[in-house]
């Protein structure tokens, strides 16, 4: 389907130098903030203990943080959960002072208000358990990294994987530096948009290299530069209306599904972002730096003949 027919291909690696360069300057400068600034983990990493209460009435979490500041717990995460009159209150462990009457303390306070809040939940996070998830989740960004790589490599050729996963690092990393600089939330669910980006970003790519590869069978008299051109410009529509609409869904949450899916919707809002322009300006670039030609599928179509009787 193709609702934006662009007649002719756009130069896109005539601007590859000035693309994968400012793609490295940001890099570097997510890389700077990350190491400077570090990650605002949330009560799921770092450990703490998390409430719900239940209000009579539709709650106002700014009133909350005001009545929590009063008794000495400034740096405290209040949203609402499920309903207007439903509140998580999640706190660190370092301003975990009272220990096991933090609840009942909150509680008091609260009540001074409004007689009618009721605590529905609570729950503690132990440092080591934290600790446990900031762990698994590198390793899962790592596994996850490792099986893209493997996986472009068996269906491409090796540039083209390694091109496509120096790209997915480059969006989680920018992530990674907006969260750092901005000193932003990150919890569990920040993370699992971190591995949907992932994966939505190589699904990008694939696209991409699979037009590139079959360019360069069709395409026998044309440049390297070209083909790549050609591949990039005859995919935009569907990179158009696929991030469009993947943006709409995502866009309907970060403004509606309220504080809880805010960070969630706003890191993949960064990745769609980002991936769109990994995906055609640094992965492309990339592979016209390592040199990628028609002799690498040439090779491949031989070694395959030779072996047929």
């Known amino acids: 389907m193709e609702f934006f027919k662009i007649k002719r291909d756009i130069p896109f690696m005539s601007y590859g130098k000035y693309t994968t360069t400012i793609s490295l300057v940001t890099f570097i400068l997510a890389v700077f903030f990350i190491a400077t600034k570090g990650l605002n983990f949330g009560v799921d990493f770092t450990g703490g203990t998390v409430m719900e209460v239940h209000y009579s009435q539709a709650a106002d979490p700014g009133r909350v943080r005001e009545q929590l500041a009063g008794i000495g717990l400034n740096d405290v995460l209040v949203q609402n959960f499920g309903s207007s009159h439903d509140v998580l209150i999640q706190v660190s462990l370092k301003q975990n002072v009272v220990g096991a009457n933090l609840s009942e303390m909150i509680l008091a306070q609260l009540r001074q208000q409004d007689a009618s809040v009721e605590m ?33 490599w068996l269906r491409f050729e090796w540039k083209f994987g390694l091109a496509a996963v120096i790209a997915n690092l480059h969006d989680v990393v920018i992530i990674l530096g907006f969260f750092a600089f901005f000193q932003w ?10 591995l949907a980006v992932l994966g939505y970003s190589v699904n990008e790519s694939v696209v991409v290299f699979d037009r590139i590869r ?3 069978r069709k395409m026998r008299k044309t440049g390297v530069a070209e083909i790549i051109d050609n591949a990039i410009t005859r995919t935009m529509s569907r990179t158009i209306i696929t991030h469009f609409s993947t943006q709409l869904v995502v866009t309907a949450m970060l403004f509606l599904g309220g504080e809880t899916l805010h960070y969630f919707a706003l890191a993949l809002t960064i990745g769609i972002l980002f991936s769109i322009y990994s995906s055609v300006l640094v992965a492309s670039p990339l592979l016209m730096l390592m040199g990628v030609s028609r002799e690498d599928f040439i090779k491949t179509e031989k070694v395959a003949e030779e072996v047929m009787p």
């Not at 600790?131 to 790592?142: R, S």
């Not at 939330?185 to 971190?194: G, P």
Request: glycine residues 8%.
């Open 214 to 216: 079959e360019n360069f």
């Open 185 to 194: 939330d990150f919890s569990l669910t920040v993370l699992a948009a971190l």
């Open 120 to 152: 529905r939940r609570v729950e503690f996070v132990g440092p080591q358990v934290g600790k446990d998830l900031v762990e698994n989740g590198a390793l899962a960004l790592l596994i996850v990294s490792m099986g893209i790589a493997c996986y472009l």
